[in-house]
């Protein structure tokens, strides 16, 4: 590529950041950094009445967490600014005016109940163009008389507008079927399709990539750059996530966000790993990457046209992968927070996150696989009989009696001791190691299966607590 290449992401605050409005960010920002460009943040905040407090801080929480980092923002200046368009009011104004001049806007006087007379085909109100040939005499007495108005786009008679989008090809509308669309709304602020292409021009984006839901209204943002004499930019149109095969994932109806993900205990870089997989596919089909992996992988020939229904039980099972693959000290720093949630947090938490890490695919399923261990107490003694292991009351019985004299004497607490220690009793009963292993798991958590096994129970519940809990349960057996 010739030029420098500049993406942008402009996310709107008006609620959380939701999986295809990360995706969008992610996918530029992967096309930038593979191509030694500059990604650029812009907050899109020309929709006041939708604004969410906070939403805007959120943004840059986000994009932290996910490691997208941008170059140029709102507390980046980078020569383009302000970044924030609620700021760039009187750009803006200044460029609707000028586009009047140049013949490809016009002032439009038309009341709100005039407009809403307009119904056309299906019940929407198509404007009819009213005031696009006043004479400049009338607008400019009517502007002096103070008279409210908005700046329209003067769409060209018998055109076809047309561009090559660089996932899904040729795109061609007819002028017939644009209408003359609002650039400057009565309040002073731009719309959402005037506010973008003079900032893109302005900022010097070369590839605006963004939702399918754009890919027809497209042509007519390229008449306001022809208009102006500006050059276009590139355009990647991304295809919808699905929430299954016929509903879209939509904020608007609540589907989690990526806050919520990590919330629930996913690691945000698992999560963005995942979420660049809606939709595109490294040519070595590989799944999971680190993001170095995804910038050098990322082409625009992986992007399908197709959409992607989004599965969080593969997710999930993307999130297990990068927890097996920590070391252990980084995945105890992990757990540890939702350890400490649990029932079983006065026990030694860096044993259970041992036993954990195999065994969880999400961090928030810690709580609920570990609770048990605070919650001894008389159970059930049929959990003794096993066929296989031919073991019964008698010989659990025996078993426990077995295990209690194997660790009464032992003064290191540690898994290789404690099995040493168990193997030994057996074998001097004449008893099979797995009988009394199995006995003592049960006696140990009175649950019917655990994570772990015997030894790894006791290691969890320390010297005391497990020598308390098999005399309760030898008790027990009688």
């Known amino acids: 590529m010739d030029k420098t290449v500049r993406t942008r992401f402009a996310p709107s605050p008006t609620g959380f950041m939701h999986i295809g409005n990360l995706r969008t960010g992610l996918y530029a920002y992967l096309f930038a950094r593979h191509n030694g460009g500059k990604f650029i943040l812009r ?21 932290a967490a996910a490691g997208i980092d941008y170059d140029e923002g709102p507390d980046r200046d ?19 005016e000028k586009l009047v001049e140049l013949g490809g806007a016009y002032y439009c006087f038309c009341t709100k109940e005039r407009l809403e007379s307009l ?18 005499e009338e607008v400019k007495a009517r502007l002096a008389a103070g008279e409210p108005y908005v700046i329209r786009q003067k769409v060209p008679d018998g055109v076809v507008s047309s ?3 660089m996932v899904f090809g040729e795109i061609s509308v007819s002028s017939e079927d644009i209408e003359d669309g609002v650039l400057l709304k009565s309040d002073g602020m731009p719309t959402y399709n005037f506010a973008n292409v003079v900032d893109d021009h302005l900022m010097g984006i070369t590839h605006v990539i963004r939702g399918t839901e754009y890919l027809s209204s497209t042509p007519k943002y390229n008449l306001i750059y022809d208009a102006f004499g500006w050059e276009r930019p590139q355009y990647m149109h991304l295809p919808p996530i699905m ?33 660049a997989l809606l939709g595109w596919c490294p040519k070595n089909n590989a799944e999971k990457m680190t993001m170095d992996e995804m910038i050098e992988l990322f082409d625009v020939d992986g ?19 990068y927890l097996k ?18 029932k079983a947090a006065r026990f030694d938490r860096r044993e259970i996150a041992r036993l954990m890490q195999t065994r969880v695919d999400v961090l928030g399923e810690i709580p609920g696989k570990m609770d048990f261990l605070d919650e001894f107490g008389a159970y059930d ?24 004299g194997a660790l009464e004497p032992l003064a290191t607490w540690t898994e290789e001791s404690i099995k040493e220690a168990v193997a030994a009793s057996a074998e001097e009963a004449g008893m099979k190691a797995g009988q009394v292993m199995f006995s003592m798991r049960v006696a140990l958590t009175g649950q019917p299966s655990t994570p772990g096994g015997a030894i790894e129970m006791a290691v969890v519940l320390g010297r005391e607590e497990s020598l308390r809990r098999l005399r309760f349960s030898e008790g027990l057996l009688g």
């Open 43 to 63: 907050i899109e905040d020309t929709d006041r009445e939708r604004m969410v407090d906070g939403a805007e801080q959120m943004v840059y929480r986000t994009l």
């Open 78 to 96: 980078g020569g383009c600014g302000p970044y924030i368009q609620s700021e760039r009011a009187g750009i803006y104004r200044e460029y609707a």
């Open 119 to 136: 119904n056309s085909a299906g019940g929407t109100h198509t404007y009819d163009r009213h005031c696009r040939d006043l004479s400049a």
């Open 163 to 165: 561009y090559r989008d």
């Open 243 to 275: 929430k299954d095969a016929t509903r879209k994932l939509s904020k608007r109806y609540g589907d989690a966000n990526f806050e919520d993900f990590v919330a629930k205990g996913y690691l945000p870089a698992a999560v963005v790993n995942y979420v």
């Open 303 to 321: 992007i399908s046209v197709s959409s992607s229904i989004f599965d969080e039980a593969k997710m999930r099972w993307l999130n297990g992968e």
């Open 325 to 342: 693959a920590m070391t252990e000290e980084e995945f105890f720093a992990a757990a540890e927070p939702w350890i400490a949630k649990s």
């Open 381 to 404: 003694l049929g959990m003794y009989e096993h066929k296989k292991m031919k073991v019964d009351l008698e010989v659990a019985k025996r078993a426990v009696k077995v295990s209690i």
